[in-house]
């Protein structure tokens, strides 16, 4: 079945510490990947996309994601995380004409000081 | 410019009463979508918006559940004789064309008693 995996229900770091959270998709195309980011009580907010091109992409507050064809993956990365980083981290995409997004059940970040 | 409005930020009501949720969209966005978000089911599509075609409403968990979006731009989310499983957070997004970037609002939380 089609679907968006995100296997970590939940993570901790510690801050200044390094983060990548998982994502994998199974679809026959490359789908358009997207990551947001939801704060306790907030809405989604964009944190980068990736449609084609460079693999790495770079996104707000420090985030980075890269694609993996090969791996059907777009994991998300950060080097050095900060407190503020705490919240809850979706892997979403949009497949082929189809607009609706599709997410992943949610990796929920928390940091330690 | 303003951002994805919604309204109200949070309602009760009771089992069997119907609700109306309003979005306002980004100005200028073609595109508009309902989400909802619960404990149980994660973020699930609802309807999907494009110009002046028909709505995309694959996502509508059964016949009390409609939409209408006015002009072009505002939309109201209808959900009739309500259950106490259509308690969740209602998001709203927008966005250009098909496959682009979708930015959210902070949700309507809906409590049915």
């Known amino acids: 079945a089609q679907s968006v995996t995100q296997p970590d229900i939940h993570i901790t770091v510690s801050e200044g510490a390094s983060l990548e959270l998982r994502c994998n998709y199974s679809y026959g195309a490359t789908p358009y990947l997207f990551w947001y980011v939801q704060s306790p009580g907030q809405g989604l907010q964009l944190l980068l996309k990736y449609f084609s091109g460079d693999t790495l992409v770079q996104g707000i507050k420090g985030f980075e994601a890269e694609f993996k064809r090969s791996q059907s993956s777009f994991n998300l990365r950060k080097p050095s995380v900060h407190w503020s980083d705490a919240a809850e981290y979706f892997c979403?995409?949009?497949?082929?004409?189809?607009?609706?997004?599709?997410f992943g059940t949610g990796t929920r970040l928390q940091v330690t000081l | 410019g303003a951002g994805v409005s919604q309204s109200p930020s949070n309602k009760v009501t009771e089992k069997g009463k119907d609700v109306e949720l309003r979005c306002d969209p980004i100005s200028g966005h073609t595109a508009l979508y309902w989400y909802r978000q619960s404990l149980g089911q994660g973020l699930e599509f609802l309807i999907y918006?494009?110009?002046?075609?028909?709505?995309?409403k694959s996502g509508l968990p059964s016949d009390r559940f409609s939409a209408e979006r006015t002009g072009g731009s505002v939309s109201t989310l209808t959900i009739q004789r309500t259950q106490q499983e259509d308690s969740a957070v209602y998001l709203c997004?927008?966005?250009?064309?098909?496959?682009?970037?979708?930015?959210f609002g902070p949700g309507t939380r809906l409590l049915v008693l």
């Open positions: 997004a927008s966005g250009g064309a098909a496959g682009e970037t979708q930015y």
């Open positions: 918006f494009q110009g002046n075609s028909a709505p995309d």
């Open positions: 979403a995409v949009v497949i082929g004409t189809a607009s609706k997004l599709t």
